[in-house]
């Protein structure tokens, strides 16, 4: 890590001189002039100073050919953009989109549209850049369409690969950072097939990498595992230092889901060491960057701002506004782990501020997680208090978006199948319009012959109707399953929030209040369940933990999924005494026994918090929504104390509306104050 604090100026000039001498050779070792160029952009990350130069020499050079023209122009644009050159690589885009126009060129106006997309991702505002290289891509993808005969993507001289593979790359990684897992893995996919296809072994490596990181995201670690290896191995072939640096980037991306902390710390290392040998300043300190992350993981502060300290200097150099934002990031979580509360605060305001600008939703609830684990490690309580709701509200719209995708997807299926059925039908009611008009011709000729032609067309008229009126049925069901999935869980199969909120809308009538009991379910440290065995197993526990409270409730209560690892029991006609008993039996079944997962052992306990409303001795009417948030405060105060309990809240001193949120704004001085009177039930195995 000393190294990464500055070089000697005699060292860093070596450095600069080797790469210059490897610019210098690209064109001896490249077989194509789109290769050298293609070198040279690749060069430009950590050497853009020495790859404009080189590209300038090449277009005085270079023919008056529009496509060499264009290739050259979109080549520094490229490097201007990924250098953070903003004004310059937009004033290369909008020369390339004047020839466009000047020549009608489709080409040049996507390979305009693929230089603002890389300025935009630079900048941090991945929406515009997904916009962007979506737009080039659809130009690109004319050229580069599967040949007859040939499943995968064409490798023809007319199709420009590099480009729509970047695009392509754009894309995966804006569907990345808002958690659409699927739609990253269809970019990615899609990029390694082209690679492929082109025998373009740096970019498939880089590919297969991404796609082993989506894997294990997707709760798929042998897969993750076995796409690594293949791309190491690949890169290995290729001896190119760069390449195998950004394939243990994801290796190391990899072991962080699986929870091996150790291992991504050992891959980020060797990266390191990987992009100092190939004199890469820039992706050493993006590989500092990734070290920061791994201390803060390891709890070792001091070490995580140091090396974010490290890369500042080098990121900022080349304006890569993304990367300096993962650095604030880490650099905030290491204060806040040495005390240094206010400004690891500051830090993350700067963070959230510019993930709400790009829309990054997934990435903001990584960041309040973070923040709000490393705040309760420091002591501060109420900032992370206000950090979990934040991240709860962001992760129940997460949810929400995702499954509204779900459900488009779901539909867009059911269309395509009913406007199948639709042709079906026209061309069956086409055919019986021919037969009809074939029977009057031959009714001219032959009476007899006519007449059995008509018979038959009356009952040819039969099964059409039959079958109009069977698909009607049919569309009709559909519709109605659609209903059903909407308002149920598609992993628990329990109720969802959408189907608890019209419960609940339902059975409250005017002012008179919600009447019940509520029960807060949240499962103890799911995270590390997550972390330690993997997302598969996480599902296999929140599938049992549902089995086990829909066997512990009466027939008449409503088991609710409220999000993530969190349930809500709804129970009508329930006494104080009774809902003690229920929280009881709850704890009972969730803790009293592990979870089997592959004759494995995972030990699981819940936290409750609950309420039987109204409250005494007042019994002020509640709106069921407040009466939820009442509940929750229980169950914060159940995990505050250790968690593996259950906290009920037997009475409140509120006369009124009013007073009920006071004590609701500030629940915990409330009870330290003795407004409210609350009830403890310990779980098995707990003090």
Request: hydrophobic fraction near 45%.
């Amino acid at each position: 890590m000393n190294a990464s604090r500055g070089l000697p100026t005699r060292i860093a000039w070596m450095h600069r001189a080797v790469a210059l001498l490897a610019l210098l050779a690209a064109p001896v070792v490249a077989a194509t002039f789109e290769e050298r160029v293609d070198q040279l952009v690749r060069n430009g990350y950590d050497h853009p100073a020495e790859s404009l130069a080189e590209l300038a020499q090449l277009r005085a050079g270079a023919s008056d050919a529009p496509a060499a023209s264009r290739l050259l122009l979109q080549a520094e644009g490229m490097v201007e953009a990924v250098t953070g050159r903003a004004a310059e690589a937009g004033a290369l885009a909008d020369r390339l989109a004047a020839m466009a126009r000047e020549q009608q060129d489709p080409y040049g106006t996507a390979a305009s549209n693929l230089v603002r997309a890389v300025v935009a991702e630079t900048a941090g505002q991945l929406d515009i850049a997904a916009a962007l290289a979506q737009s080039a891509a659809s130009v690109y993808q004319l050229a580069c369409r599967p040949v007859a005969g040939n499943e995968g993507p064409a490798s023809g001289p007319g199709c420009d690969h590099r480009s729509l593979w970047r695009a392509l790359q754009v894309m995966e990684r804006r569907a990345l950072s808002l958690g659409h897992y699927t739609a990253a893995q269809e970019h990615a996919q899609a990029a390694f097939d082209l690679a492929d296809a082109a025998g373009d072994t740096y970019r498939k490596a880089l590919s297969l990498g991404v796609l082993g990181y989506i894997a294990a995201r997707g709760g798929q670690p042998d897969v993750a595992l076995r796409t690594i290896a293949q791309a190491k191995r690949m890169a290995a072939a290729m001896n190119d230092p760069v390449a195998m640096a950004r394939v243990r980037v994801n290796e190391a991306r990899i072991a962080g889901v699986r929870g091996d902390v150790d291992g991504g710390l050992r891959a980020t290392e060797d990266a390191y060491a990987l992009a100092q040998r190939a004199g890469a300043r820039r992706l050493q300190a993006v590989l500092l960057t990734n070290l920061s992350d791994a201390y803060v993981r390891r709890n070792r502060p001091a070490d995580a701002l140091r090396a974010a300290d490290a890369a500042l200097p080098t990121v900022r150099e080349f304006n890569d506004l993304r990367t300096e934002l993962v650095l604030i990031n880490n650099a905030g979580l290491a204060k806040v782990g040495l005390k240094r509360i206010a400004e690891g605060k500051h830090d993350l305001a700067r963070v959230m501020e510019a993930k709400e600008k790009s829309g990054a939703v997934a990435d903001q609830v990584v960041t309040l997680r973070e923040f709000g684990e490393a705040l309760a490690a420091a002591g501060d309580m109420r900032s992370a208090l206000e950090l979990y709701h934040r991240e709860r509200k962001l992760s129940t719209e997460l949810m929400q978006r995702n499954r509204s995708i779900v459900l488009k997807e779901m539909q867009t299926r059911y269309d395509a199948e009913a406007k199948q059925r639709s042709i079906e039908l026209m061309r069956s009611d086409n055919e019986l319009k021919t037969a009809a008009l074939a029977n009057r011709d031959l009714m001219n000729r032959i009476w007899l012959v006519a007449a059995a032609l008509m018979v038959l067309a009356t009952a040819l008229a039969l099964m059409l109707v039959r079958r109009v009126r069977e698909t009607q049925r049919q569309l009709e069901a559909s519709h109605a399953k659609l209903r059903v999935a909407s308002e149920r869980d598609p992993l628990t199969h329990l109720a969802n929030r959408r189907h608890c909120h019209a419960v609940m809308a339902a059975r409250q009538i005017g002012d008179a209040g919600f009447s019940g009991a509520l029960l807060m379910v949240d499962i103890d440290h799911f995270k590390h369940v997550n972390d330690g065995h993997g997302h598969a197993t996480g599902d296999v526990v929140l599938v049992e933990v549902a089995r086990r409270l829909d066997a512990a409730v009466r027939d008449a209560d409503l088991v609710v999924r409220w999000g993530g690892e969190e349930f809500l029991i709804v129970s009508a006609r329930l006494g104080i005494e009774q809902a003690d008993q229920l929280a009881a039996r709850v704890l009972a079944a969730i803790g009293g026994a592990p979870v089997m997962v592959e004759g494995r052992a995972v030990p699981v306990t819940a936290s409750i918090g609950y309420a039987c409303f109204p409250l005494p001795p007042y019994a002020v009417p509640v709106h069921w929504e407040q009466a939820i948030n009442l509940s929750d405060m229980a169950l914060y105060t159940a995990k505050s104390q250790g968690r593996n309990r259950a906290i009920g809240l037997v009475s409140a001193s509120a006369s009124d509306g009013a007073t009920l949120r006071a004590i609701e704004a500030d629940f915990e001085r409330a009870w330290r104050e003795g407004r409210v009177t609350l009830r403890h039930t310990a779980g098995p195995g707990a003090s």
